[in-house]
Every structure is written in C-alpha cells, then in structure tokens.
C-alpha cells in the first residue's frame, strides 16, 4: 500500500514538471503564428510589373502610356538637330549647309578623336577614301576631296552617319547626335586642310612644305605625297545618281514627310 501511494506521488510530481513546459511550447507556436501573420514591407498589397490585376478592367497591372507622353529629356524639340534635315518647299527632306550649334575648337578636336576612332579605317585619317581596309581588298571609301563631296551640305555628313550609306552601316549606335555633328564639323576643318590656300593662312603664321614637314617629322618623304591604291584594291561600281548626296534627302523618290519645326540653326564656321 506504501509502495502504491509512493508511486502515485511521484507520477504527479512528473505531471506537474510538464505542465510549464507544454504551456511555454504552445505559447512559443502561438506566438510564430501571430508574426507570421503580419502585412510587412515584404508582404504588402501592390502592383507586380507584368502580372494580372483585378484592380483594371482589363486584368493587366502594367498600364499603356498616356497616348503623346515624352520621356523626360526625350522631346527633342530641335528636329534638325537630331535628324539633319528639314522639310523643303516641295515636302521633301532637304539637308542644310548649317550647324544646329556653334563649332567651337573643343567641338572640332572631339569629332577629330571620333572621326580617327570609327572612319580613318575606309576613309584614311585624311580622308581621302584610302583607309585600311583597302589594303585588305575592300572597295575603297568615299573621298571627302573630290568635287562631289566638296558640294554636299554638312548636314549630310550627319544624315549618312545616322543611316548610312551603300556599304558603310549606319554609326548611331556608335555616335550620339552630338558626336555626329562634331564628326560632320571636323570633316569641313578637313576638306579646308587638304585644300587650303595660302591665304587663308592667318597673317603671321608659318607655311610648310609638306616633304619639309615629314622629314621633321622623321617620316619619309613620300609620306606627303598621293597615296596609291595598292593591287588588292576592288573598284567600285561607277553611280549613275553619285550626284545626288547620300541617296536619301534630295531623292526626289522619298515620300513626302511632315517634320516639325526647328530651332533657328547655327552657321557652318571654317
């Protein structure tokens, strides 16, 4: 009988060391639950872009721009800066002999870096058409010097660059707006270099001999001289329209075209 009442009362001493326990373990899971239950920062009631919505009748979240919306910094206004033509008289594009800002020193040496960057390969550091690749059996590029590229509007340098031209792919990924500018200013500067005058020398400076100045230069002296076209080179085929610029602006083939109005454009400085 002892040993019974004993064993009861140990049996409820165990009991009553577990009875805490279970009470602390159901308040720990009671308490996860109710955190876990919180709207948070990272559980809060949005717009997830390219998923559906009930908020919309037409079930997207993302929504369509308000039709004429411009980005900001996207309005170009000035439509001949970013496109180097205006409209004509007849409706068609026309290109301008005009820059849509001044050229300044800073502007030229900037077009020159781009212009030895991505042209002097076809066009030769001079511009002559001679560049690398036709030593490499390319057909020679478009020489800036011939009388044909001499009459064409600067604008059209830009217009080419921005679309290109026959082989050459367009540089508007390569080339902002603004560098297309500078690029068409520096090849003005160039053409006047490769057919400059003595008097359009500035009173006082210094005229050079060309050989003179090569053998400064300790370079040979035919450096100064026409480069000849190697054997390799591939003639191109003769363009019975070469004297319409570009294929594009003057053609009287393109569409008429609605472009807006511009900002009064700079002229084209030597």
């Known amino acids: 009988m002892k040993a019974n009442l004993l064993k009861s009362r140990e049996q409820g001493t165990g009991n009553r060391d577990q009875g805490p326990r279970v009470c602390v373990a159901a308040a720990l899971v009671i308490l996860f639950l109710v955190t876990g239950c919180r709207q948070d920062m990272q559980n809060q009631p949005k717009l997830i872009p390219q998923r559906g919505s009930l908020i919309f009748a037409d079930g997207r979240g993302a929504r369509p721009q308000v039709a004429n919306t411009v980005a900001r910094g996207q309005l170009r206004e000035d439509s001949y800066f970013y496109t180097g033509v205006v409209q004509g008289a007849n409706g068609y594009k026309e290109e301008l002999d005009l820059m849509p ?8 040496k900037r077009g020159q870096e781009r212009f ?12 002559n058409g001679l560049g690398e690749i036709v030593q490499r059996g390319y057909k020679p590029a478009a020489n800036f010097h011939d009388m044909v590229r001499l009459a064409q509007p600067v604008s059209h340098y830009f217009y080419v660059m921005t679309h290109g031209y026959g082989a050459m792919p367009d540089y508007s990924a390569q080339l902002t707006p603004v560098d297309r500018w500078a690029v068409a200013a520096y090849l003005r500067a160039l053409q006047l270099s490769q057919n400059a005058k003595p008097e359009d020398v500035p009173a006082g400076a210094r005229i050079g001999n060309l050989k003179d100045i090569a053998r400064e230069n300790h370079v040979p ?8 076209l190697p054997q390799t080179a591939v003639q191109a085929y003769p363009h019975t ?15 008429a075209i609605n472009i807006p109005a511009s900002k009064p454009a700079a ?3 030597k």
């Open 101 to 108: 800002f001044p050229v300044t020193l800073t502007v030229l």
């Open 116 to 127: 030895n960057i991505y042209c002097s390969t076809c066009h030769s550091r001079v511009g």
């Open 221 to 228: 002296e035919n450096f100064a001289e026409p480069w000849p």
């Open 241 to 255: 329209n070469e004297g319409n610029p570009g294929m594009a602006p003057a053609n009287p083939a393109d569409p």
């Open 267 to 269: 002229p084209a400085t």
